[in-house]
């Protein structure tokens, strides 16, 4: 007979199993079998052919990718440096008592539950050469402003981070107003007595306290941008020419318009590295702060 402990083994083995071969099947066969075609020329259709390297050799000679690498970071910087601030901002306004309070809370809201379909279509629409940005300054003397904002190589890449911007702004600033509105008034009331102003309570009390929920927004605004591909292939392809390229369109393009598999697989796995390096680093160095605090 088998002893107690080795039937309770069996057990949870059989319990187990299908959850594991799910994961087996459907999680790291998918990624080992990207990782082997990675390193070969692969259309779908011939057989893979074996080329070692040369994918991720051509990675960091491809014009196109590498101007996709750039603008990604650069949506990803100005989220961190321009929308986290603001967004701080914008919810201590909200969390001030005034009557418009709830009515604002959802206008600023509102662009994270609407489609980026829905939103990117509006916006293209506004943003046309005979949209209605054009005709408001029109309307008021700023005719030299005119443009056709998302077909000009000047205009097209400010005019996207700012419509990134904007739509994960209301996102981020709900997260910090739910870390504001658990902070202990205790706290304000101490420092009050001891005769701190405004601006040494913001530093001292709020700034510290929020630093769970700056490391929650900071990740998520790593990751928004860095995969960032909806708007831009909504708006512009990516176009005019390559001005407003992101990676996860570069390698959609590679992929399912060049049917390069192979070189669009090695550029995945490669942002996949980066955005694991980049996240456990700001995680790292975050949760240290937050421990400190």
């Not at 989220?79 to 206008?107: C, D, E, H, W, Y």
């Not at 911007?165 to 420092?191: H, K, M, R, S, T």
Request: aromatic content about 14%; proline content about 4%.
């Amino acid at each position: 007979m088998l002893k107690a402990s080795t039937r309770e083994w069996w057990t949870g083995f059989w319990f187990i199993l299908p959850a594991t071969a799910l994961f087996v099947a459907f999680v790291y066969y998918p990624f080992a079998s990207s990782v082997y075609y990675s390193f070969t020329e692969w259309d779908s259709i011939r057989p893979a052919k074996f080329i070692g390297w040369d994918n991720y050799a051509f990675l960091l000679e491809d014009s196109k990718m590498l101007q996709a690498a750039k603008n990604t970071i650069l949506i990803t910087l100005f989220g961190i440096v321009v929308q986290n601030p603001l967004s701080l901002l914008l919810a201590i306004l909200l969390n001030r008592s005034f009557r418009t309070k709830v009515l604002l809370r959802v206008a600023f809201y509102l662009p994270v539950v609407v489609s980026l379909v829905v939103t990117s279509i509006v916006w293209g629409q506004i943003l046309q050469y005979d949209g209605l940005l054009n005709h408001l300054l029109e309307r008021i003397g700023l005719l030299a402003w005119e443009r056709d904002w998302l077909g000009d190589t000047r205009s097209v890449f400010p005019t996207i981070i700012a419509l990134t911007q904007w739509q994960g702004l209301g996102y981020c600033a709900v997260i910090y107003l739910a870390g504001l509105q658990a902070i202990p008034q205790d706290l304000y009331e101490a420092a009050k007595m001891d005769g701190a102003k405004a601006v040494n309570r913001f530093v001292h009390v709020t700034l510290p306290m929020l630093m769970p929920a700056t490391t929650v927004v900071v990740f998520l605004t790593i990751v928004g941008g860095l995969k960032m591909f909806d708007i831009p292939y909504i708006m512009t392809g990516g176009g005019p020419g390559s001005a407003s390229y992101t990676l996860t369109l570069a390698i959609y393009n590679a992929a399912f318009r060049e049917n390069t598999y192979g070189y669009a697989i090695a550029g995945g796995i490669v942002l996949m590295i980066f955005i694991m390096a980049v996240t456990l680093l700001q995680l790292r160095v975050m949760r240290r702060k937050e421990v400190e605090m």
